[in-house]
Nanobody, 126 residues
Framework: QVRLVESGGGLVQAGGSLRLSCVAS????????LAWYRQAPGKQREMVAN???????NYADSVKGRFTIFRGDAKNTHYLQMNSLGPEDTAIYYC????????????????????WGQGTQVTVSS
């Protein structure tokens, strides 16, 4: 029903920047909330940032002041702007939509939960 596709990962030197994109497609009426997670080798997946449809954002302490999550002008597109990257930011970054309002016929909708993208690799060299 919902597909999330991330892009924008790559190799960058410490101190550099990357912008990740997450494009959602499918039977979507609206994305109620969207989050970025990351998973480094040998570590658990952790939430990096999230945003609600109302624009409220939250960030992990480790990225506050460096990362910004925001909605794009294109429908169902979100971004994660990452500045001042360090080797500790090296991970696979995943887009997650924990709550999506789905189209369910004329004038009606339903809720869908917990959709994930395939991930995009971010590698920061020192």
């Amino acid at each position: 029903q919902v597909r999330l596709v991330e892009s924008g990962g790559g190799l960058v030197q410490a101190g550099g920047s990357l912008r990740l994109s997450c494009v959602a497609s499918g039977n979507i009426f609206s994305i109620v909330a969207l989050a970025w997670y990351r998973q480094a080798p040998g570590k658990q997946r952790e939430m990096v940032a999230n945003i609600t449809s109302g624009g409220t954002t939250n960030y992990a302490d480790s990225v506050k002041g460096r990362f910004t999550i925001f909605r794009g002008d294109a429908k169902n597109t979100h971004y994660l702007q990452m500045n001042s990257l360090g080797p500790e930011d090296t991970a696979i970054y995943y887009c997650n939509a924990p709550l999506v309002r789905l189209r369910a016929g004329i004038g009606s909708s339903s809720l869908g939960y917990d959709y994930w993208g395939q991930g995009t690799q971010v590698t920061v060299s020192s």
